[in-house]
């Protein structure tokens, strides 16, 4: 199977949470923890993969999501 380009490899995610996670479901704070984030104003720069993407799909109500292309 053919590897993906580096260019889009190198592709990143940066990822604020802006919500507070008191009230949310055990699986959704743990989530949060998962993508490195532990309270509301905490960014994280993560890579853009399917992965992280559906975890991100999980808390949208809780964080921003900024996308960011990869150095050429």
Known sequence: M???PAAAAS???TVRQVRST???KPKTAA???A???RGI???NTLPDRPEIRGMLARVP??????????AD
């Open 22 to 24: 008191i009230g949310v």
């Open 35 to 37: 993508l490195g984030l």
């Open 31 to 33: 989530t949060l923890r």
């Open 61 to 70: 109500h809780l964080v921003v999501v900024t996308s960011e292309a990869g």
């Open 41 to 43: 104003g905490q960014t």
């Open 11 to 13: 592709a990143t995610l």
């Open 2 to 4: 053919p590897r993906k």
